[in-house]
């Protein structure tokens, strides 16, 4: 069993012809409203992906919680301990995408902001059982450090978003930043190179392994001394949103099923790349037939 603790956002998504400037107006495309929150993102994607999966969160008393309990629980994700919180909206996400496909987000936490450690303990059972417990950083500290410390698995963090003062849980098996996490883990600028990336990567301490991101530069895995890149799947990208939480889903999936690392990060490779050549966050994810067909189409 998977277990994410995480956020649930309603995503409200803009097509935008570039990404205004600060001061700048911008006039965009048509709306669209898309289940998202990298929590459920990930939970999604695992769960899309054959693997059993229970999530702990928190929602609002919104109609938005109705509509993220129903995408999340009809994707076969266990939701018993989803909280509905009084007095808080829903976490919320506004999404502007450019015609490559980049996108740029603001969220709106709202209940995701109320999870604790109380969560996760009402949940330790859940979390004790679970062969991958996966876990973000659009949820308090507090929830995370609980829920690493309870799992009975492997441990896997995505520190995304990046957040000034955030600080990973000190038990972490797998440690997954993309470039601009691992700067800020790292103090250091965003690494441009693959060297550069070898040598942020090294500075970071207190993870097993270590999975960076890097869009379309593919990923570099990092073990003891030893590092490996991995490169992307060539794909035509329409919008990378949820891209990193496609991966990371995909991740925890193929661990749980006791792959190697690498082989690991190889299958969560193609489920990230066939994510971006669709529209929206939930709706995006692969399935497991289509990542099989997708490797073999590349063999
Ligand atoms: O990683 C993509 C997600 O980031 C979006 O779905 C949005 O809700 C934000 O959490």
Redesign the pocket.
Known sequence: MIAVVG?L???LVVRVPQHPVPGETVLGGDTAH????????QAVAAARLGGNVAFVGRVGEDDAAGVMLDAVGGEGVDTTHITRTRDLAT???L?AVDPAGE?T?I?SPGANHRLGAADCEAAASLLQKAAVTVLQQ?VPDEANHAAARLSGGIVLHNP??ATVGAVPPPHVDVLVPNRTELAALTHSPVPETIDDVVVAARRLTGAGAVIVTLGGDGVLLLEGTAHLHVPAFAVRPVDT?????SFCGALAVALAEGRTLEQSARWACAAAAISTTRAG??PSLARRDEVEAFLTGQS
Do not use: F, M, Y
């Open positions: 956020s956002n309603l995503d898309h289940p998202g929150g990298k929590g459920a993102n976490g919320r996400a999404i996108n987000i969220v659009e995304a978003p949103t949820a891209a990193g939480d966050a939930q």
